[in-house]
Each structure stands twice: as structure tokens, then as C-alpha cells.
């Protein structure tokens, strides 16, 4: 999403390399840069000319140390103020009131459905919770048939009344039959327009004061830049939400609308969603975002990530097949279906520090391991089991029966091998031997 921005961000940076300090005349040209940056990843002239006087005001209060050069000390104030800027910390969402009640509003095509199904998995797995998905959008076809599907998917039951054209009404029976059936927490799906208009703001407003929900989220579309924000607006002067929540952060978008939305409705943004999977849901961390704007990656957000999908005792076992050598080609799958359920790989590779660089015309395919697995699974339960038994006769009905060639069999099994003692070095201890040694200032072992 900040690809350009991030690139531009770094050349205007280049323009304090080599000076000996920071003064009015070197710090003007890099903060014009930085603001034509800003603008150009569509955050809006007031908000971009804001920050611009903000940072350079901290860059001149700056006693700037012998040992930071001038380039340094901008990017650390740059990093600072956009983290505050979009709204300093994470925002957590309120689950208040037995049920807790959150509304879903926005526009028509934002993603409110995919979004109240995607809050429905992550309430539900990670704060615990009895969750409740009522279909309050009567208009759209087949919304109501959507977020069955997403319910079923979720494992969340999905609160409808066929026949029932009032969607005040459903709301509040929903809420009657949750505590009837003991759920603590409700998520209401409402009916969006293609444009604000009076009808839907009536109508959203009369839903929110007959449930009194503990938490009221505006759902906008990230591609849509400086109209998300003005929508924004619009929706708040009548509805006074809680929380915004960004979608379609995975799509050709500028990324001006994640940066000046907070400072001009003066609403925390909440979460960030991208793609259409149940788990592509984060919570927004200002901090960790500015970081990935500026290229520092965001390595919290990626051991959080690898945190849930890491399961203990699959570990250790792991750990015992590593050390005796016999990890196999159904110990490498689990390995994949693991990193995939991460996340898109660029994503996860933009969250290493540098690397967003490294790949920013580099292009990583959703589907990178469908000829990984595509040859595993062509191989006989035997031969993934041991596969020191592959032959060159077996390598070419493997590369038959998985649509590629020897060349490419070949190729995985001599990457499997690399992987496997790797993996055995680091799981026996012995990477940690060698850098001992090299610490005792030799490679190999200590004479006595």
C-alpha cells in the first residue's frame, strides 16, 4: 500500500546526507519533499502542511547529537509524529453491556459483511467470546445469504428474520434472543448506499438508538483516499461512531485515507483488513504502521502473526524428528500450510526490516508454494515419508503427475535437503556451539 510513498519518504531524507546539521534553509527543501509525498499518496494539503510545520518546529527545538547525523534525527521525528498523527497507540475495542453490542455501518461496497464476519472469527478466537451476526441489510440482494456463508465459515450463528423489512426491529429481537440464548456479544450488519443520503442516515440512526451499542465502527473502503475521509465526516456528524475500520489495504490504494483519517474526524482508527480470508483482520498500531511507511519493516506484527499459527507440542515434536534426522516431505507441507496461513508473502516479507525495499518490484505470487505442493502431493505416501528412496524413475512420474518438469523435482528435493540441515543445525544446538567457538576466537573445538 505505501510503496510510492515509502520511496519518496526516503529520497527526501537523502537530502540531509552529508550536511553538518539542521538549519531552516537545509530542513525547508527535505520537508517541501516530504510534503508533495504525502500529498501525492492522496493525504489532503491541510493535513499534509500540518505535519510538515510539526515536524519541522520539533527539528529545530533539536539539540541533535554528535553521534545522530541530521538525516537520522528528521527520520525519527518524521516516524514519531506520523505515528501520533494517525493516533499514537492502539485503540482496543470496547465489549461492554451484557451483550456487548457493536454496529456495522458505511457505504455500499466498503466491505461491512466481509468485515462483521472477519470481527465475528476474531472476537471469537481471541478475546473468547459467544458471538452473535445479526442481518440487519434487507435491501442488497443476497446480503443475507453472504453473511450466512461467512457465519458458517466462522462458526458463528447468524441472527436473520425472514420476511421482516424492519431493520430496527431485527436488531432489537436479535438482541432479546442472544441473551435468551446466552451470547455476550452481538454484531449488528446494516444496510449500506452507494452515496450518503438522507434515508440511510435515518435509518442507521434509528437502529443505533433502539440497541445502544457499547461499540460503533465505520467500515470505508482504503482505495477510495481522500473521499473515505470526507465520508468519514459525514458519517460522524450524524452517527458519532467510535472507531473507523480500513478495508481493502491489499488494493492499488495511496494510503492517504490510514494517515489523515484519524486527524480529521478525531476517531481512532481500529483495524485494518485486507483479502477476502476470515483471518486477514489486524488491529492498528500507529507505531508499527509509521515504521512500515518509513521502510523500518515491522518485525512485533510478524512474530505475532507466526505466535498464533505456533502450536507447542507440534514444536517440540518437530524438534525430536529434526535432531534424529527424520524430517520428511509431510513435516515440510505442515511447515507450508503454517506460513500461508500468515498472510500474503510480501506482506509478510515487508514486515522484515529492509526488505520492503529489497522486493518493491518484485513480484511474490498468493500462490508461490502451488508447485511445491503440487509435487508433494504427486509423490506416494512412501516416498514422502523417505525421500532418499526417490530415484531418477520416480522423479519423472512425480513431475508427470504434478504438471512440471525433472528439472523442477530436482530442484525441491535438493531445497528440501538444504532446509532439513538447516533446520537440524539449529534444532541440535549446534548453531549455537558455533558461535560460541567463534567467540573463543576459533572455528573448530577448544584444545586443552
Known amino acids: 500500500m505505501f510503496e510510492n510513498l515509502t520511496e519518496k519518504l526516503e529520497r527526501s531524507f537523502k537530502i540531509l546526507r552529508g550536511e553538518g546539521r539542521i538549519t531552516e534553509i537545509n530542513v525547508a527543501e527535505t520537508l517541501k519533499e516530504i510534503r508533495r509525498a504525502l500529498i501525492d499518496a492522496d493525504v489532503s494539503y491541510k493535513v499534509a502542511k500540518s505535519f510538515t510545520d510539526e515536524v519541522k518546529q520539533k527539528a529545530l527545538g533539536q539539540d541533535v547529537l554528535t553521534s545522530v547525523k541530521p538525516g537520522q534525527m528528521i527520520t525519527k521525528i518524521v516516524r514519531d509524529e506520523l505515528a501520533q498523527l494517525m493516533g499514537g497507540t492502539a485503540t482496543d475495542i470496547s465489549l461492554e453491556g451484557n451483550p456487548a453490542v457493536i454496529l456495522i455501518a458505511g457505504l455500499q461496497g466498503s466491505g461491512k459483511t ?132 480500513l478495508t481493502k489495504l491489499d488494493g492499488d490504494t495511496r494510503g492517504g485515507a490510514a494517515i489523515s483519517i484519524r486527524s480529521v474526524v478525531n476517531k481512532p482508527l481500529k483495524f485494518i483488513s485486507s483479502g477476502e480470508k476470515m483471518d486477514a483482520l489486524q488491529v492498528f498500531h500507529p507505531e508499527r504502521m509509521a515504521d512500515r511507511i518509513l521502510g523500518m519493516g515491522d518485525v512485533v506484527s510478524l512474530v505475532e502473526r507466526a505466535q498464533e499459527q505456533f502450536d507447542e507440542e507440534q514444536a517440540r515434536k518437530l524438534k525430536k524428528k529434526l535432531i534424529k534426522d527424520q524430517f520428511n516431505f509431510n513435516d515440510f507441507r505442515e511447515q507450508i500450510a503454517q506460513i500461508k496461513k500468515m498472510g500474503n508473502l510480501k506482506d509478510l516479507a515487508s514486515m522484515i526490516p529492509g526488505m520492503g525495499k529489497m522486493l518493491r518490484d518484485v513480484d511474490i505470487p498468493d500462490d508461490a508454494f502451488k508447485q511445491t505442493e503440487a509435487i508433494i502431493d504427486s509423490m506416494t505416501p512412501a516416498e514422502r515419508e523417505h525421500p532418499e528412496i526417490i530415484d531418477a524413475r520416480r522423479r519423472e512420474r512425480i513431475a508427470k503427475g504434478s504438471g512440471t518438469t525433472v528439472a523442477d523435482v530436482n530442484r525441491l528435493l535438493k531445497q528440501f535437503e538444504q532446509t532439513r540441515k538447516m533446520m537440524k543445525t539449529v534444532a541440535g544446538g549446534g548453531l549455537q556451539q558455533k558461535m560460541k567457538q567463534m567467540k573463543r576466537g576459533g572455528g573448530g573445538p577448544r584444545r586443552r
Open 114 to 245: 466481509t468485515f462483521s464476519g472477519k470481527l465475528a472469527s476474531f472476537i471469537k478466537s481471541k478475546k473468547g467470546r459467544q458471538v452473535l451476526l445479526v442481518a440487519c441489510d434487507v435491501y442488497r440482494p443476497a446480503a443475507i445469504e453472504q453473511l450466512k456463508i461467512l457465519g458458517q465459515t466462522v462458526g458463528v450463528e447468524v441472527y436473520t428474520e425472514p420476511g421482516n423489512n424492519n431493520p430496527v426491529e431485527i436488531a432489537k429481537n436479535a438482541i432479546s434472543y442472544a441473551r435468551q440464548k446466552s451470547y455476550n456479544t452481538v454484531i449488528v450488519d446494516t444496510a449500506g448506499r452507494l452515496a450518503v443520503d438522507e434515508a440511510m442516515m435515518v435509518e442507521i440512526t434509528n437502529i443505533k438508538a433502539a440497541i445502544n451499542p457499547s461499540e460503533t465502527l465505520f467500515v470505508v473502503d482504503a482505495m477510495t483516499g481522500q473521499d473515505a475521509v470526507n465520508t468519514a465526516k459525514e458519517f460522524n456528524e450524524r452517527l458519532d461512531f467510535d472507531g473507523v475500520v
